[in-house]
């Protein structure tokens, strides 16, 4: 790991001790596209830089660690508009009408939903401005959004200002479709709009626990933003951040029990940035300008970041035409250890037994590898990962990434890496035979491990059954039993494969 940079704070609290900030590059690579008039708004997310091109309606996945071009989605748009961005559940979410100047008056697909586990993408119509047409306008770029625009009961809101607003519009999303019927418009108190064709609403949780906004307007100062009491509009509070700059770019987060801001700084339009704490006097940190770039005229350079541990932070600059960078922002304390060592698999296979008796699966350490070979399957078939915690278990699954309680693995998803998190069920789509992995995740700063489904080969799992007796019975690792089992699950007797149900 490179040290880029170390400008540290130290700050003290009424009950804790004063801490140090660092903030270590970590990647950085200039094998950027060129062309800055397709490539405009982008973010970081799960290891990877998401950029949207605005002329080809493609949404590209590029590599921080050498730029390179991994994945496209395509809208199907041409000469689109750039707005992309992602909810709190990993969805992608697209802007795709060709409309100039920003016209979401009519009820066509406007935006493209890219659900996070995978599949067809989910075409958005909706008239968002049917009940407040004065509000209609350009708008460049989308706010991150809050939530789950895939989730049935809770769903996500899509906070819109346009360069006619006078207050900001809620756009609830439930079930990957715009909730019509809940569309308001919230107006604020205390503090000025100053709205522009680029200004974001980014939520995010302060370290008090509540619920706040951060409204960014690139010509004016930002607001920090909390409900009323009615939850029907918006109390504003204007806040500085040392040395801002007029560019699209910014971030709130908390960190080490601080509300921090990232955010662009002077020069305009140049690929400088800094954090800070709000109204703070000076900077915790403050990444300088990259000399020998030219400034961007698309007047943007943008920063988001993601927590990885109670001790560290991944941040991501996109700057367009330019370069990709991350950086790692620390305070003194120990890595947690989260290293798995033992595994087993447990699902609606076994009855959800954790037991050794109950049919649980065990991962093997193969070549330094968590290895489950010949696993067989129904379709349907939920499951998890469930790894020792002292005398309890943690359960790891997947993101429930189409808000009805589970992760679909199906054929497009078998040989790739998943975020093993604590997450939803598994689940899998096709019945079969299927080999297991759990390796060090290369897809997500913030999740220690991944799990790699493949399919095994037809033979995988019968030379277990080579020198068995007819009334003898195994589970699928070869452990032996009594007698016929009575707990349901798939077993191996007389050389065969036999479901228990």
């Not at 607003?165 to 709009?193: C, N, Q, Y």
């Not at 992760?407 to 080999?435: H, Q, V």
Request: proline share 5%; aromatic share 12%.
């Amino acid at each position: 790991m490179k040290k880029f940079l170390l400008l540290a704070a130290f700050f003290a609290a009424l009950t804790m001790s004063a801490q140090e900030f660092t903030l270590t590059e970590v990647t950085s690579t200039t094998n950027v596209p060129a062309d800055r008039s397709n490539n405009r708004q982008g973010f970081g997310m799960a290891g990877k830089f998401i950029v949207m091109d605005k002329v080809l309606g493609q949404i590209n996945f590029y590599n921080p660690e050498d730029g390179a071009l991994e994945n496209t989605l395509e809208t199907g748009a041409t000469a689109s508009w750039p707005a992309v961005t992602r909810d709190d559940a990993g969805n992608i979410i697209a802007r795709v009408d060709n409309s100039w100047p920003g016209n979401f008056m009519a009820d066509t697909v406007i935006m493209k939903i890219f659900p996070a586990g995978g599949g067809d993408p989910i075409d958005v119509e909706a008239n968002i401005f049917a009940d407040f047409e004065a509000e209609n306008g350009r708008c460049d770029f989308f706010s991150f959004i809050e939530g789950n625009v895939m989730d049935e009961d809770e769903g996500g809101i899509l906070w819109i200002v346009t360069a006619k607003s006078t207050g900001i519009l809620k756009v609830p999303f439930i079930g990957g479709e715009v909730d019509a019927d809940h569309i308001a418009l919230f107006p604020i108190e205390g503090a000025t709009l100053s709205p522009t064709s680029s200004t974001v609403v980014n939520p995010y949780v302060a370290a008090d626990g509540t619920k706040h906004y951060m409204l960014w307007t690139r010509n004016a100062q930002p607001v920090d933003l909390v409900m009323n009491d009615t939850e029907d509009g918006f109390i504003g509070t204007t806040f500085t951040l040392p040395n801002k700059g007029a560019t699209n770019g910014c971030f709130p987060f908390t960190f080490a029990g601080k509300d921090l801001v990232i955010y662009t700084t002077l020069p305009n339009y140049g690929n400088a940035w800094a954090i800070a704490e709000k109204n703070a006097e000076a900077p915790i940190a403050v990444v300088p300008e990259v000399a020998g770039f030219v400034t961007n005229g698309f007047q943007c350079n943008w920063l988001n970041a993601e927590l990885v541990n109670e001790n560290k932070v991944l941040i991501y600059q996109y700057f367009p035409g330019n370069f990709f960078k991350t950086y790692e922002l620390t305070i003194p304390g120990e890595e947690p250890n989260d290293d798995i060592t033992e595994a087993y698999l447990v699902g609606t296979f076994n009855g959800w037994n954790q037991t050794a008796e109950g049919g649980r699966i065990a991962f093997e350490d193969i070549d330094g590898i968590l290895t489950a070979n010949g696993v067989e399957l129904m379709a349907n078939d939920e499951f998890k990962i469930i790894v020792p915690n002292g005398d309890d278990w943690t359960w790891l699954g997947g993101e429930d990434a189409n808000g009805v309680g589970y992760f679909l693995i199906n054929n497009d998803l078998l040989d790739t890496p998943i975020r093993l998190i604590d997450g939803s069920n598994f689940r899998i789509e096709n019945a079969g035979t299927y080999n297991f992995e759990i390796l060090p995740s290369q897809l997500d700063k913030a999740a220690s491990y991944a799990l790699r489904v493949t399919e095994a080969e037809p033979n995988a799992i019968e030379t277990i059954a080579t020198d068995v007796q007819d009334n003898t019975w195994y589970n699928l690792q070869g452990v032996k039993f009594n007698g016929k089992p009575s707990v349901p699950g798939i077993y191996i007797n007389g050389g065969k494969k036999v479901v228990i149900k």
